[in-house]
């Protein structure tokens, strides 16, 4: 028997805090995540004594979702924001501009009610790149993508998401780089003809497990809108693998226009990259297409080709689904050279460059960007 969000909330609405009202009346529960039986959250108080005092509700949490049947586990974190609630907050993104005050995020704070997903200003579309599983080459997707748009003249921004190792400032050179804002905006920064922010430009080394708790939220809104993106033909998002938070909050923050699934050829990947897709159905995000990464070697040697994880296996599956295939991009070791390098390889010239060049074809043409 599986748990399901409601259900936990439902519990979660029977409990009655010291002040009054319930976790959920209080918009306090954050990051909820149900699977497979374990139950995690993060219960967000206003300030540290809150959070003391909310021991016997925590306890009472634990005890409650424990009885449930189809739960195996239950892990819940009670926090409180460094600050008082609404304050400026410790983690705000690095402002280069030794003079000028810290940008006005609010983030570890709960994010403004929102009535449903909303145009961020200035952007046309917003195109999320997802993955059922993670290291299946997700972030080299995204930053070699939005180079190889770019360079088709297209206006291309790029939203490092990826909470869990937020890749995109070294893939694209920006490593060490500081943000600057007006004390309202947050300055973007640019690389290789594209619009960049990510969270890592936002926290220091060490700090993502703090995002992804109650802070969350807020951040990717704020991401969204107090960014200074300008005018562009499209937003590409770098999510977090998987099916969680991040995915969830942008699909219902965010008109998103969809979402590209990258996945390697692989069975086991495929599995998890037919989860992605059933989540952003659930999230009536439509799914624009799949791209096979890592699909074919060609030895630099011999020229031999070998298929290491398989070959076709994502087109296949995009058949099976109804779903656009939108090309392959061969395993070759300069693509992780050169990422690791900060100058994505989509910048260069070469039979990778021109699989992504036919790659931004693909969705100039669907008129995904
Ligand atoms: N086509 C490719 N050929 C060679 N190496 C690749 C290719 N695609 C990705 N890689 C390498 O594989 C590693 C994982 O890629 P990447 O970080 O883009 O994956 P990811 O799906 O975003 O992972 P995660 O979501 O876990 O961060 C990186 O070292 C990257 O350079």
Request: glycine content about 12%.
């Amino acid at each position: 028997m599986t748990i399901s969000r409601e259900r936990v909330l439902d519990e979660l609405a029977r409990i009655a805090l010291p002040g009054g009202g319930t976790l959920v009346s209080r918009d306090m529960v954050r990051a909820l995540n149900v699977e497979s039986g374990v139950v995690r959250f993060v219960i967000e108080a206003a300030d540290a004594a809150g959070a003391r005092e909310l021991a016997p509700v925590e306890a009472e949490a634990q005890r409650l979702l424990s009885a449930l049947p189809g739960v195996e586990k239950v892990q819940i974190v009670t926090t409180a924001p460094a600050g008082p609630r609404g304050a400026q907050p410790q983690v705000t993104a690095r402002s280069g501009a030794a003079a000028a005050p810290p940008p006005n995020l609010t983030i570890g704070r709960h994010p403004t009610p929102q009535a449903g997903p909303a145009p961020v200003s200035g952007v046309a579309r917003i195109v999320a790149i997802g993955s059922g599983k993670g290291g299946v080459g997700k972030s080299t997707l995204t930053s070699n993508l939005a180079v190889a748009l770019a360079r088709k003249g297209r206006r291309v921004g790029l939203l490092d998401a990826d909470i869990y190792g937020p890749s995109q400032p070294r893939m694209l050179g920006l490593g060490g780089q500081r943000l600057t804002n007006d004390g309202e905006m947050i300055q973007p920064l640019h690389a290789h003809g594209v619009t960049v922010m990510s969270l890592g430009l936002m926290m220091k080394e060490g700090e993502a497990v703090v995002w992804r708790g109650p802070m969350l939220m807020g951040a990717l809104q704020q991401m969204l809108n107090q960014v200074k993106w300008g005018e562009l033909d499209v937003l590409l998002v770098d999510l977090p693998p998987g099916t969680g938070d991040v995915q969830l909050s942008l699909c219902q923050k965010a008109q998103v226009t969809g979402a590209i699934i990258v996945s390697t050829p692989q069975d086991v990947a495929l599995i998890d990259a037919r989860r992605a897709i059933d989540m952003f159905d659930k999230l009536k995000t439509p799914v624009l297409g799949l791209v096979e990464n890592m699909s074919t070697y060609i030895c630099p040697n011999c020229g031999h080709e070998a298929h290491l994880f398989g070959h076709g296996g994502v087109a296949a599956e995009a058949a099976k689904l109804n779903l656009p295939f939108l090309g392959e991009i061969p395993l070759n070791l300069e693509v992780r050279l050169a990422g690791d390098a900060g100058t994505p390889v989509a910048a260069g010239e070469g039979p990778v460059a021109d699989a992504f060049a036919r790659l931004a074809d693909r969705m100039i043409g669907g008129g995904m960007a």
